[in-house]
């Protein structure tokens, strides 16, 4: 046979690819514990067997990350890094319609937590890896892959650690990670985000000062009275508006396909004096949840800390809130929209942060990205935009990396994307998969200097 002929198939890649994907699915990395380790041992399992070099780094017991890499000769630049978190948020299997950890296919689908969020792009990641070493292919730049753990609670034994203790593992030119590469059907127009900017976090607690007493003898200096009037005020009062380059383009996109009314309210939303009169009076809660988090920086308090005793009035009481900050916002001037609100009557103390990131969408990268969704979906538009929550690409985004969300999965119009992160019945199109691969595995090669001839059959060009 000749060599030609031993090229393997699209078809075999993406069904081995499927099979491998449902293995990962069946680890159960619920985090906490997160308990990476067995899903890191299967990934350097294929790694060893394909003769590829990789280091697991455990940052605690259970809590393992697997970086590998494949050597380039760098004239295409700095290293490629793919990267995937392997943790998983916990699923209330009661819940769901299949089992969480079973890796069902049912009507088409692959069911199970972690099926976009996101063992995909883990074994996508891997695929390209593996690919590339079996076809010798000459790669003009590094390629890194990694999988990390403890994304889902705040990085701290994953990536973030990574880069604080050991950048040089993870040190890149280009990151693919996390959230975007997904359809998006805005009116009959299919668009694809992909993630180049993500908000910041900053963890609160608002202390509100007062007299103990006993409950017997209610007195106006009761610290729990006077927190529930601040924290009201604060939830009905919005922060400014804050406008950002990604955001009004986006918006100004997802208008554009939409037409009609949507165009002219998705332009005007953009002007800060129309943003929160135009908000008030989107047709959906979502929408105006969403279009929100877009636009400005924003407070949740989701914990109380008070007394203890049901017949003693404490001295203080305190709630934890979750803060998000725009790009372009500080941590200074969170605290300072949230003063001009409650005024000086509580302590503001910060637990924890993580700072906003952006990255250039005006990249060869990126239009590597537009020239594959192009070539496989026709007719799609690519559209750079910003996560309101916060993945590992915060973390690179330190180091200078230019890391965008890029996990691409074809996804049909009936099943609502963004209500299946986290949520509940998590799951992923077979042949969405099967496209995202092998689109990602087109940018992944490209971007390596690599060519691959269309057709079924995977050749070098
Ligand atoms: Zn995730």
Same mark, same amino acid.
């Given at each position: 046979?000749? /060599? $030609? ?34 899903? &890191?041992?299967?990934? /350097? ?69 972690? $099926? ?146 949507? *165009? ?39 914990? @109380? ?10 001295? *203080?009481?305190? &709630? ?8 372009? /916002? ?9 003063? /001009?609100?409650?005024?000086? *009557? ?19 990268? @990126? ?84 060519? &691959? ?9």
């Amino acid at each position: 046979m000749s /060599a $030609a002929a031993m090229a393997p198939t699209w078809t075999a890649i993406q069904a081995e690819a499927l099979d491998r994907f449902r293995q990962l699915l069946r680890i159960d990395t619920t985090n906490p514990p997160g308990n990476e380790i067995e899903a &890191v041992r299967f990934v /350097a399992e294929l790694l060893k067997a394909h003769g590829i070099e990789y280091e697991i780094i455990e940052t605690a017991p259970g809590r393992a990350n697997l970086i590998a890499r494949l050597k380039g000769t760098g004239k295409a630049g700095g290293p490629l890094l793919l990267s995937s978190h392997l943790d998983v948020v916990p699923a209330d299997a009661e819940t769901w319609t299949c089992p969480p950890f079973a890796a069902e296919i049912r009507d088409g689908f692959v069911w199970g937590r972690g $099926a976009i969020d996101m063992k995909h792009m883990s074994i996508y990641g891997l695929t390209a890896m593996l690919l590339l070493k079996q076809l010798g292919a000459p790669l003009q730049r590094d390629l890194i892959l990694a999988a990390v753990a403890d994304e889902e609670a705040g990085c701290d034994f994953g990536m973030r650690w990574l880069v604080e203790n050991r950048p040089e593992l993870v040190r890149a030119e280009y990151a693919l990670n996390e959230v975007g590469g997904f359809t998006l059907h805005a009116g009959q127009r299919r668009l694809y985000p992909v993630q180049v900017a993500e908000k910041g976090f900053v963890w609160v607690r608002m202390t509100m000062r007062g007299r103990a007493g006993h409950g017997s003898m209610p007195h106006k200096d009761n610290p729990v009275v006077k927190l529930a009037s601040v924290l009201n005020k604060l939830a009905n009062t919005r922060l400014p508006v804050r406008p950002t380059a990604v955001v009004d383009n986006f918006l100004k996109k997802v208008g554009q396909s939409m037409g009609g009314l949507a *165009s002219f309210a998705l332009a005007g939303v953009r002007f800060a004096p129309l943003t929160d009169l135009l908000i008030d009076r989107l047709p959906d809660q979502e929408q105006r949840n969403v279009f929100n988090a877009c636009l400005h920086n924003t407070v949740c308090p989701t914990v @109380f800390e008070g007394g203890g005793k049901i017949n003693v009035i404490p001295g *203080s009481a305190s &709630v934890l809130m979750d803060c998000r900050t725009i790009p372009g /916002a500080s941590e200074a001037d969170l605290i300072a929209e949230i003063r /001009a609100i409650v005024g000086d *009557s509580v302590d503001l103390e910060i637990l924890k942060s993580g700072p906003p990131a952006v990255v250039d969408p005006d990249t060869p990268l @990126f239009r590597t990205i537009e020239s594959a969704i192009r070539r496989h979906d026709p007719g799609a538009e690519v559209v750079p935009y910003m996560v309101v929550g916060f993945t590992d690409s915060k973390w690179l985004a330190q180091l200078g990396v230019t890391a965008y969300g890029f996990a691409p999965i074809r996804w049909p119009r009936e099943v609502k994307f963004s209500e299946l992160f986290h949520g509940r019945d998590e799951r992923i199109p077979v042949e969405g998969f099967q496209w995202g691969l092998r689109t990602f595995f087109e940018v992944v090669a490209e971007t390596c200097g690599v060519s &691959v001839q269309p057709g079924e059959r995977v050749r070098l060009g």
